[in-house]
């Protein structure tokens, strides 16, 4: 077994562990939460069992080729004795953060799209807004179930869904051609530049409008939406999908981050070990990416979802609390 | 020709400002959480005792814990754990600031309809990033 699978394999059995310890400790807590007990666990052992379980998070989202997000709620929401409020809070943060460090390389090497993140981002970001308050709004069991769905429903889209590196665009359409949404980008593998148009813009932007608010609702981040629009359906080749996709996240993140920000959501015991946990583990995922990229990781991340979709879904109907 | 790509004014702008600000951001949030974790500052609820709150909703949290709402945080700041909003903070606002140094770019090059969109977004975010919208509790 090669180095970086070992790692990998430590990666995915560490997770397990250090997520178990959180649910062993977690129900240490499991009393009424205005009359909890303060915990005999020494307050340091939280942050740190959270930075270890989103350090590994972190490797495997790169491997897996997911955000950090889609698998931080359902799974520190699952297996943490946090509440789903404060999780969501915590996940857009995490998106969040991930979304602004990776912004920067993929604007300046022409990657990301700012023409094509414009009228994406003000309306994905406007909706997320709109999400965030009703995830905020609604009883806790309701947006538990609803979470759980959607995991499973991305279990799905991971599974079914396909890529296409250059979409066929016959004809730019006329909103598009009216934004002047199109470009070239220099592909690294042929060294080639290759120019690009999209077309069903108004059925694209439309579909941000549900994106935008199940991203503030969820505190998922909204990669695993935002790539199968930009790619299958307005046809940007899939290296800029994927990378506006990601700098998308910068924006619309903000806009529901400050939701919970200004409601209260945000407690930073739970917050910054988990921004920091999550990034040290994508520069080491991405390190492991360059040299070998397990393609089972990807089968791991979709059981891990769907575990975690399904105690989600169960939790919310009080079936498996 | 192949490898010339270059990205716009406004984008090689917005990256530049993405890039010192969430530097900023991170680092202002890792020292923020230092000083809270050593307890250089005296926090508003003891390190021992969060664990007594996060398990409640949000709306509990607030009244049990007396946490004020939107940037009533700015008034215990010199808390050590609402210190860490400052870093949490700049890192949620330097997006609003990428755009602001965009709008001139863009209508500078007649650009209206971005440059258009672009002072929505921001007037999107600081509607966001104002308080003035408030959940209900559950």
């Known amino acids: 077994m090669s180095r970086e699978k070992k790692i990998v394999l430590f990666a995915v059995i560490g997770m397990v562990i250090a997520t178990a310890t959180g649910v062993a400790f977690g129900e240490e807590l499991a009393t009424p939460p205005v009359e909890a007990a303060a915990s005999t666990t020494p307050w340091w052992v939280w942050p740190l069992v959270l930075f270890v379980v989103t350090f590994l998070l972190g490797i495997v989202a790169v491997l897996g080729g997911v955000g950090g997000g889609v698998l931080f709620v359902p799974i520190i929401g699952g297996f943490f004795p946090f509440h789903l409020d404060f999780v969501r809070g915590a996940g857009l943060l995490v998106a969040l953060a991930g979304a602004l460090a990776a912004g920067p390389g993929l604007l300046k090497k022409g990657l990301a799209d700012l023409r094509l993140a414009l009228p994406v981002a003000l309306i994905a970001s406007s909706c997320a807004i709109v999400g965030a308050m009703i995830g905020l709004a609604l009883p806790t069991n309701i947006v538990q179930t609803a979470l759980g769905a959607t995991i499973l429903g991305i279990v799905l889209i991971m599974w079914k869904a396909k890529k296409s590196e250059f979409p066929e665009v016959p004809k730019a359409d006329a909103l598009s051609t009216a934004l002047r949404i199109n470009g070239v980008y220099h592909e690294a593998s042929t060294g080639q530049d290759v120019d690009w148009k999209i077309h069903r813009t108004p059925m694209g932007l439309a579909t941000f409008i549900i994106i935008g608010v199940m991203a503030g609702m969820f505190g998922l981040g909204a990669g695993w939406a935002n790539v199968p629009v930009l790619n299958l359906m307005m046809g940007a080749p899939l290296k800029v999908s994927v990378a506006t996709s990601k700098f998308l996240l ?17 407690i930073p015991m739970i917050v910054v070990p988990s921004v920091v946990g999550i990034m040290l583990g994508s520069i080491v995922g991405v390190r492991i990416l360059a040299k070998t990229k397990p393609a089972a990781v990807r089968y791991i991340v979709i059981v891990m979802l769907l575990f975690a979709g399904s105690r989600a879904l169960l939790k919310g109907l009080g079936i498996w609390n | 020709m192949a490898g010339k790509v270059q990205a716009t004014e406004e984008q ?86 990428c755009y602001l140094a965009i709008v001139p770019i863009l209508f500078k090059k007649k650009d209206f309809i971005c440059g258009i969109i672009a002072i929505l977004e921001v007037l999107v975010l600081v509607l966001a990033a104002s308080g003035i919208l408030k959940a209900g509790g559950h």
């Not at chain 2, 900023?24 to 949030?29: D, E, H, M, T």
């Not at chain 2, 307890?39 to 709150?53: M, Q, R």
């Not at chain 2, 945080?73 to 870093?87: C, P, R």
């Open chain 2, 12 to 97: 090689l702008t917005y990256a530049k400002i993405l890039d010192i600000g969430m530097k900023i951001g991170l680092l202002a949030i890792i020292i923020t959480f230092a000083i809270y974790a050593a307890g250089v500052l005296t926090p508003h609820i003891d390190v021992e005792h969060v664990s007594k709150y996060w398990g409640m909703s949000v709306h509990d949290y607030l009244q049990a814990a007396n946490i004020p709402h939107g940037w009533g945080w700015l008034s215990i700041v010199e808390k050590g754990d609402f210190l860490n909003f400052t870093g949490i903070a700049f890192l949620a606002g330097v997006t609003i600031i």
């Open chain 1, 250 to 266: 910068s924006i619309t993140d903000t806009s529901a981050a400050w939701i919970y920000i200004n409601n209260g959501a945000v």
